[in-house]
């Protein structure tokens, strides 16, 4: 039986999809402003190891996702800039030319990870209709006030708003973050806007469009509950995202589609925790922002990342650091030379007592850290190799590690590039690093990247 944490009753259910085997689900996808950070991308391999063990599980998985590529401000609670106008100013480009090139490095980045993408991707300024009938059933049905400046949700209609969070409407003063923000326009302090209007601070917007109410754009929230519903219905299975999202953007998506639909948003809501840097959560004030690309130039694998992430569970915060991710790209390293010493073909077989074991760890709320130990456990058994190359390959099916792909190219780094390595290492030791530079351009140049680890270097195919 597969359970699984619902945020929403605050407990472990068995898993029961909507209709028989197939299963909807929603992450929300990103503000493409920028590079996502390593802890965005914490969150997004939480959602594909979820992806993973319920196709493991034989469901089929209709995986849907927007992109958020206008209305998303600085602060969850309506205040700030528009991120995507913060971009466009800071690199002296159009919202949109900066929305297509993080959207591209971004799922770059899913790829690197061997993070499954989603089947449908829906731009937010490519469903402006499908927001504004939303607004205007909301309208309709006398959930909303409008000033000047915009329409806002009235959430003192809603009986159960911020049930997701366990909160009250009476001790919710503004979003997750616990800042006061008074907004004297709102009638309640956890009104959320749906549509802007071109005044104020947001006049000279760049992107608009008309609505039944005037020129404008819509609030970060309202996308989702368009896009969701859109791409898998409503209600569907399973929406996830960070725990960042649940006091406001999840809050306000299902107060939103609740109220114009009159049914839920979603059955099952799952949250990941954050990637914490020195105790903080990571952010560009900070000086704490990691990108994938930080890991890759400092010559770790994506994959070292993603076995990192796996050592800890969800719900766990993860702290990261150099040391650790050294730690984790060891790990796999080890785990690919082990593997590479097996000898003979997968067969069809497979070590069954493991395979259960693995099953049951898996389906217990996506317990990855246990799976990953069962894996090491798995190598010492003195089972035929056959056997255990057959179960890793199907361990890997929800790991994601590539661990027999990372076996085979060991086997195949060239004696050549093994033989620079060395070279480079002893000059590196005579501290002569220009040689030692040019070394590394050659191996680089070979196809092929090198690491110094405590143990000595380490070449790897880029
Ligand atoms: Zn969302």
Redesign the pocket.
């Known amino acids: 039986m597969l359970k699984l944490y619902n945020t929403l009753t605050r407990k472990l259910e068995p898993f029961t999809p909507l209709k028989d085997k197939r299963v909807a689900l929603y992450p929300?996808g990103p503000t493409v402003y920028n590079f996502a950070h390593i802890g965005n991308l914490r969150t997004y391999i939480f959602e594909d190891i979820l992806r993973r063990v319920l196709q493991y599980r034989g469901y089929k998985v209709a995986h849907a996702m927007?992109i958020t590529d206008v209305g998303h401000l600085t602060s969850d609670a309506d205040v700030g800039e528009d991120k995507m106008e913060l971009g466009a100013a800071r690199e002296g480009k159009h919202p949109l030319e900066i929305a297509k090139q993080y959207e591209q490095a971004f799922f770059g980045d899913l790829e690197s990870l061997n993070i499954l993408l989603p089947k449908k991707v829906l731009r937010a300024t490519d469903s402006i209709k499908a927001q504004i009938e939303i607004i205007k059933l909301l309208t309709d049905k006398g959930f909303t006030y409008r000033d000047e400046a915009a329409i806002y949700f009235d959430t003192s209609k809603l009986s159960d708003y911020g049930k997701l969070a366990g909160q009250k409407l009476s001790e919710k003063k503004t979003g997750a973050r616990e800042e006061v923000i008074v907004d004297q326009k709102k009638r309640n302090p956890a009104d959320f806007v749906l549509w802007f209007f071109l005044s104020g601070r947001y006049k000279n917007h760049i992107l608009h469009w008309p609505s039944p109410w005037g020129e404008g754009f819509p609030g970060w929230?309202i996308e989702?509950s368009a896009i969701s519903r859109k791409l898998l219905g409503q209600p569907f299975d399973i929406h996830c995202?960070g725990v960042d999202?649940i006091g406001t953007?999840?809050t306000n998506?299902i107060a939103q589609s609740e109220a114009a639909f009159g049914m839920p948003l979603a059955n099952l809501w799952m949250h990941g925790e954050f990637l914490q840097v020195r105790s903080g959560k990571m952010a560009k004030s900070a000086g704490t922002f990691i990108t994938l690309k930080d890991v890759m130039d400092k010559g770790y694998s994506p994959l070292a990342y993603r076995y990192l992430t796996l050592t800890a569970h969800y719900r766990n915060k993860l702290n990261f650091s150099w040391e650790s991710l050294e730690g984790a790209q060891n790990a796999l390293d080890e785990l690919y030379e082990r593997i590479s010493e097996m000898e003979g073909a997968p067969s069809v077989a497979m070590c069954e007592d493991y395979a259960r074991a693995f099953e049951r760890e898996i389906s217990n709320d996506l317990d990855m850290p246990r799976a990953i130990s069962l894996t090491w456990r798995l190598l010492k058994k003195p089972n035929p190799d056959k056997l255990k190359l057959s179960t890793l390959a199907k361990f890997d099916e929800v790991l994601g590690l590539d661990l027999l792909k990372g076996a085979a190219d060991r086997k195949k780094i060239p004696q050549e590039v093994k033989e620079l390595a060395k070279r480079r290492e002893k000059f590196r030791a005579k501290k002569d690093f220009k040689k030692a530079d040019e070394l590394r351009a050659q191996i680089e140049a070979a196809g092929y990247t090198v690491r110094d680890t405590g143990t000595g270097p380490v070449a790897r195919k880029k």
Do not use: A, T
Request: charged fraction near 10%; proline fraction near 0%.
């Open positions: 929300c927007n929230h989702c995202g999202h953007h999840h998506e």
